[in-house]
């Protein structure tokens, strides 16, 4: 029997809800594919490409290992390896096949420079990058295009290279968060005017330190932010956009030889980084985009605006400050974070929305958190690890993805009076003691009703069948 014109549509709306409401799996060709590819085909995959690479040479991976006579030999590059007549690899473009960096050099004292090429799709075979440097030294690595690799440029016991004016973009870093520029245990490198092209940010830091020392890190455009470990460091001139500067510490140590100023930009704002000051006042932080405090006392914040950083505000081995009427928000990992020291009052800020916790307390104590408004986080709305003798009162927290407060480790804290709606939990402790949770408004999220959205699949074909049957006994 022939369908109406009326049944028609009708088919269609039921295949279209079929097709929007089931799991669509799809081979990567692409992964899998022997095509060789050409400059055309990247440059219309990768608009980063610069014009000059139409003259580049498309060659497989490179390895050396301290071999430049062989590589030589090979027409891999130019020069002699002196000072004056460095080794030159230049103008290619590498495919890294999904397995291995593009290009690795290993065991090297002499002077080289790779310049001008394109190094890509390097992945797996941890750890994998555009360029790889193992005990290197004598290296410049001036103008490639290093992206969409797990890891753009990485060096690893290398010192006294140079990295220069190029392009890390799309370095997705893999499950250990490496992401554009990774220097692990290496010391007195330069990094200097390297770029990260606004709409593609590397996916986890685009320059991260590990272990390493006496590094310059200089006037780079980036939008993923750095992550600073190591002692002795240089950090001038750098702009972040939407990002800022990451530190972490396992040793709080690495953080008092910082050299880090305000020309170091987050969102067109100063970054201020103090270290053993006292009094610190409103002048002294002067349209801050990001504000990180070591061992300061007796200062005070307030009335600023610490959003689209790394983390808005990181106290640091710090004593008796004040944080007061800010807005920290949207940020890249933390609003608050605070290591070490205490004896902080916190109240009446707005902090919400940031990538991982709302305030993250680790080893700290005697803190009072009073009437601030901590909601809609990404993980939870406090994390705790180690916080004692502290205070929470007339809180917010509310609408954060996991616990609204999550106490680990910690002893004899107070929370009270606090607002805990639509978090997935409204307290959460594991190996505490001592703490008291009265008064609060505590309403955990609704779980999602077991099989609700294939009810509701179902409830609808099955209200469109009989309309259809029907009209289809009619004609």
């Known amino acids: 029997m022939r369908l109406s014109r009326k049944t028609k549509p009708l088919i269609l709306i039921i295949l279209g809800i079929i097709f929007a409401f089931s799991p669509i799996s799809a081979t990567n060709l692409s992964c899998i594919s022997e095509k060789k590819h050409t400059i055309l085909d990247f440059k219309n995959k990768n608009p980063l490409i610069k014009d000059n690479l139409k003259f580049s040479a498309i060659i497989g991976k490179i390895h050396i290992d301290n071999n430049w006579t062989d590589a030589k030999s090979a027409g891999i590059c130019t020069g002699n390896g002196t000072y004056s007549e460095p080794y030159i690899i230049e103008d290619l473009v590498i495919d890294g096949g999904s397995s291995g960096s593009c290009i690795r050099i290993e065991n090297s004292n002499a002077f080289f420079r790779i310049e001008n090429c394109t190094l890509y799709n390097s992945r797996k075979n941890f750890p994998s990058a555009g360029i790889r440097l193992s005990y290197v030294s004598n290296a410049h690595l001036i103008d490639n295009n290093c992206s969409l690799n797990e890891i753009g440029i990485w060096l690893s016991n290398s010192n006294n290279n140079t990295i220069s004016s190029n392009i890390i973009t799309n370095n997705y870093g893999g499950i250990h968060n490496f992401g554009g520029i990774y220097l692990f245990e290496s010391d007195h490198n330069t990094i200097s005017e390297n770029t990260e092209n606004t709409e593609q940010s590397n996916f986890h830091y685009s320059i991260r330190l590990l272990d390493s020392n006496n590094n310059m890190i200089l006037t780079n455009i980036l939008n993923s932010g750095m992550y600073l470990d190591g002692i002795n460091n240089n950090i001038s001139g ?37 270290t053993n000051e006292e009094y610190l006042k409103q002048n002294n932080f002067s349209n801050a985009g990001q504000i990180i405090l070591v061992s300061c006392k007796n200062s005070l914040l307030t009335d600023l605006n610490l959003s689209y950083s790394d983390t808005g505000i990181s106290l640091i081995n710090s004593n008796n400050i004040t944080i007061w009427g800010n807005m920290v928000n949207n940020n890249r990992r933390d609003g608050l974070y605070l290591f070490g020291g205490g004896n902080h009052n916190i109240s009446n800020n707005v902090i919400s929305y940031n990538n991982e916790y709302g305030i993250l307390l680790v080893y700290c104590s005697d803190n009072t958190f009073l009437e601030n408004n901590i909601s809609y986080n990404n993980y939870h709305g406090f994390d705790c690890y180690r916080l004692e003798n502290s205070f929470i009162f007339g809180n917010n927290i509310n609408h954060n993805k996991n ?44 779980s999602a009703i077991p099989g609700y959205n294939l009810f509701f699949l179902l409830s609808i074909l099955s209200i469109i069948a009989i309309i259809i049957s029907k009209r289809v006994k009619k004609s």
Do not use: H
Request: glycine share 10%; aromatic share 14%; proline share 4%.
């Open 238 to 274: 750098n702009k972040m956009d939407k990002s800022g500067l990451g530190i972490y510490p396992g040793n709080t140590e690495n953080f008092y030889s910082q050299n880090i100023d305000t020309t170091n930009l987050v969102n067109g704002k100063p970054l201020y980084y103090y």
């Open 403 to 446: 616990y609204g407060i999550n106490f680990i480790n910690c002893i004899n804290n107070a929370i009270t009076g606090n607002s805990l709606i639509g978090n997935e939990k409204c307290f959460n402790e594991a190996f505490s003691e001592g703490n008291v949770f009265e008064n609060n408004v505590c309403r955990d999220r609704p």
